[in-house]
C-alpha cells in the first residue's frame, strides 16, 4: 500500500516546494495538489526532483465568482470552464503530473448541466490525451458542498459512460462518499474499473484517518486486496500540527519525520 500526500491541506504554513520536501521526509510516497497555479512550475519541478516523489494531480480552478467551485457543469460558462481546463493541463503537463480533477461546480442536477459537464468533460479528455494524462471527476457531499452538481457514484459512472473516453476516471473520495451515500467497500468494488484514484480522511471530521465512524486500518486493505493498486491520497484537515498528526501513517511502517 502507497500514500500520498494531499498538500491543499496537509503543512498548509509551509511553501508548496518545502510541503513536498516535508512529505518525503515523513514517508509518503507521492504527493498530490488543489490549485498550485502562484507557484512557479520551476519550483515544484525542483523539489519533486529532489525527493523523486510523483505528483498525482491538481484541480482546475473552483471559478471567480461567490459560491463558485468549479466551472464544467455549469451551462453559459464554457468559455470560463475551458479555460481553467486548459490552465490546469498546461501546468499539470510542465510539472509531469498525472491526473487532472476537473471540478463541476454548483448546478442544479437537470438536462442542461448534465450536458455541459459531458461537453466539456470531453473537451478536457481530448486535451489530456496528447499529454497522457488522466482526467478525474469526483463526487462531493452536499453537506460540506451544498448543490455540488456532481454527488454520487452512480452518477459518475453514468458520466463517464456518456462522454465514453478511456482517460476519464473516477476519484472516490472514501470522505465524501461516505458522507452522501455510506456503504464504501461495496460502491468501490461495484465501479472498481472505472476508479483512478483514492482520498480518505475521518468522517465526520475530515481530520486524521484514525478517529471517527470509518476504521481506515481494516477499509484501505480491503480496497487493496481488492485490486486496487493505486495510491492512498491523505486529503484531511489536521487536528494541529500535520507532523504531529501522522502516527497512522507510521502504523504502516512508513518512516517517521527525520529529527
Given at each position: 500500500m502507497r500514500f500520498s500526500a494531499n498538500l491543499g491541506f496537509l503543512w498548509p504554513e509551509l511553501s508548496l516546494p518545502d510541503a513536498i520536501r516535508r512529505a518525503y521526509g515523513a514517508g509518503f510516497e507521492a504527493v498530490e495538489f488543489h490549485w498550485p497555479f502562484a507557484v512557479p512550475v520551476e519550483e515544484v519541478r525542483a523539489a519533486l526532483a529532489?525527493?523523486?516523489?510523483?505528483?498525482?494531480?491538481?484541480?482546475?480552478?473552483?471559478?471567480?465568482?461567490?459560491?463558485?467551485?468549479?466551472?464544467?457543469?455549469?451551462?453559459?460558462?464554457?468559455?470560463?470552464?475551458?479555460?481553467?481546463?486548459?490552465?490546469?493541463?498546461?501546468?499539470?503537463?510542465?510539472?509531469?503530473?498525472?491526473?487532472?480533477?476537473?471540478?463541476?461546480?454548483?448546478?442544479?442536477?437537470?438536462?442542461?448541466?448534465?450536458?455541459?459537464?459531458?461537453?466539456?468533460?470531453?473537451?478536457?479528455?481530448?486535451?489530456?490525451?496528447?499529454?497522457?494524462?488522466?482526467?478525474?471527476?469526483?463526487?462531493?457531499?452536499?453537506?460540506?458542498?451544498?448543490?455540488?452538481?456532481?454527488?454520487?457514484?452512480?452518477?459518475?459512472?453514468?458520466?463517464?459512460?456518456r462522454v465514453g473516453a478511456n482517460n476519464l476516471k473516477i476519484m472516490f473520495d472514501c470522505y465524501h462518499v461516505q458522507r452522501m451515500q455510506g456503504e464504501l467497500l461495496r460502491r468501490f468494488v461495484d465501479h472498481k474499473a472505472l476508479i483512478g484514484h483514492v482520498q480518505f480522511a475521518a468522517v465526520p471530521t475530515r481530520a486524521e484517518p484514525d478517529e471517527g465512524d470509518i476504521s481506515f486500518e481494516r477499509l484501505l486493505p480491503e480496497l487493496y486486496d481488492s485490486g486496487y493498486r493505486g495510491f492512498f491520497g491523505a486529503e484531511y484537515r489536521p487536528r494541529s500540527d500535520t507532523d504531529e498528526g501522522l502516527g497512522w501513517l507510521h502504523a504502516y511502517g512508513k518512516a517517521k519525520p527525520a529529527s
Amino acid at each position: 500500500m502507497r500514500f500520498s500526500a494531499n498538500l491543499g491541506f496537509l503543512w498548509p504554513e509551509l511553501s508548496l516546494p518545502d510541503a513536498i520536501r516535508r512529505a518525503y521526509g515523513a514517508g509518503f510516497e507521492a504527493v498530490e495538489f488543489h490549485w498550485p497555479f502562484a507557484v512557479p512550475v520551476e519550483e515544484v519541478r525542483a523539489a519533486l526532483a529532489e525527493t523523486g516523489l510523483p505528483l498525482l494531480g491538481l484541480n482546475t480552478r473552483k471559478g471567480d465568482q461567490d459560491g463558485d467551485f468549479g466551472l464544467a457543469a455549469l451551462s453559459g460558462r464554457k468559455e470560463e470552464a475551458r479555460a481553467a481546463i486548459d490552465e490546469a493541463i498546461a501546468y499539470a503537463t510542465q510539472v509531469n503530473a498525472r491526473a487532472v480533477h476537473v471540478m463541476a461546480g454548483r448546478a442544479e442536477e437537470n438536462a442542461g448541466a448534465e450536458a455541459a459537464f459531458a461537453e466539456n468533460l470531453a473537451y478536457a479528455c481530448s486535451a489530456a490525451s496528447a499529454h497522457q494524462l488522466t482526467i478525474l471527476i469526483e463526487p462531493i457531499n452536499h453537506h460540506d458542498v451544498p448543490g455540488y452538481f456532481l454527488s454520487r457514484i452512480e452518477q459518475a459512472a453514468d458520466l463517464i459512460e456518456r462522454v465514453g473516453a478511456n482517460n476519464l476516471k473516477i476519484m472516490f473520495d472514501c470522505y465524501h462518499v461516505q458522507r452522501m451515500q455510506g456503504e464504501l467497500l461495496r460502491r468501490f468494488v461495484d465501479h472498481k474499473a472505472l476508479i483512478g484514484h483514492v482520498q480518505f480522511a475521518a468522517v465526520p471530521t475530515r481530520a486524521e484517518p484514525d478517529e471517527g465512524d470509518i476504521s481506515f486500518e481494516r477499509l484501505l486493505p480491503e480496497l487493496y486486496d481488492s485490486g486496487y493498486r493505486g495510491f492512498f491520497g491523505a486529503e484531511y484537515r489536521p487536528r494541529s500540527d500535520t507532523d504531529e498528526g501522522l502516527g497512522w501513517l507510521h502504523a504502516y511502517g512508513k518512516a517517521k519525520p527525520a529529527s
